[in-house]
């Protein structure tokens, strides 16, 4: 396809994407009190006695409301979003790697999910509490509704981007980006890098960064032998066709 296709074909599909999302948004948007008492429990949770989140300007609690809405429509429009990225990519993939479409779909899904709902059960309240424990009698702890939406989309995203991983390193495995030989002998510096990841991306305390960190080497190693699978599912299918190939030859 030309340069020109691929941008047509880019904005066609984020297009779909954005329906799928806007349409889901009129759902979720209904439900924006029960969303956001969900949100919120984890930090209302950790708070001292009497303490109340706040807005500081006027529209900000409206605008957090519309934001928490548009939140929950990308997670549950997320299987549709990752349909299209599949359907965007598929033309240079060969033939039997297309017909994988839908369980990269459900994979890719679940683990986003899992991911979240992993950031908001576990590390959510370790975080909070961390945050709260500064809290003194001259201290008070005066949270606005713009910034604690902020700082926990940003975890949970974040959460549900890594734990797509090894379905990424699968798929780079595939097109020969990346080998399990590879993956093991920069398992050291990967460690590093995930370690890393978990200090920019969680509060400053060593229990929540390593929260982030140990899923993420769990993850890299579940990848690595992912990625060894494909290797071997791989090499015996070039294997048969060399076979077929040279039988054709012969006869």
Not at 65 to 81: C, E
Not at 223 to 246: D, G, H, L, P
Request: glycine fraction near 4%; include cysteine; charge should be neutral.
């Amino acid at each position: 396809m030309p340069f020109l296709a691929h941008l047509e074909e880019l904005r066609s599909r984020l297009v779909r994407s954005a329906i799928a999302v806007g349409v889901c948004f009129l759902g979720t948007y209904l439900f924006k009190e029960e969303l956001y008492q969900g949100l919120a429990q984890p930090l209302k949770a950790a708070m001292p006695a009497g303490a109340k989140l706040i807005y500081t300007a006027p529209a900000e609690a409206f605008f957090t409301y519309l934001k928490i809405s548009l939140l929950a429509a990308i997670v549950v429009a997320s299987p549709i979003i990752f349909y299209q990225f599949w359907r965007f990519i598929a033309p240079g993939l060969y033939d039997h790697e297309r017909k994988a479409v839908w369980p990269f779909v459900l994979v890719s899904s679940v683990l986003f999910m899992v991911g979240s709902v992993f950031c908001y059960t576990m590390v959510f309240p370790y975080a909070f509490q961390f945050f709260m424990s500064f809290a003194t009698d001259d201290i008070v702890p005066m949270l606005s509704l713009k910034s604690y939406l902020s700082f926990s989309a940003t975890l949970l995203f974040a959460f549900g981007v890594i734990f797509e991983m090894p379905l990424v390193l699968v798929f780079l495995g595939r097109i020969g980006v990346v080998s399990a030989k590879g993956l093991k002998k920069n398992r050291k510096y990967a460690i590093l890098i995930m370690f890393v990841a978990g200090a920019m991306f969680t509060p400053p305390d060593v229990v929540t960064q390593i929260m982030m960190a140990v899923p993420l080497i769990i993850l890299y190693e579940i990848s690595i032998w992912m990625v060894v699978a494909t290797e071997k599912k791989k090499a015996e299918r070039q294997a048969a066709e060399e076979a077929e190939f040279t039988n054709d030859e012969e006869q």
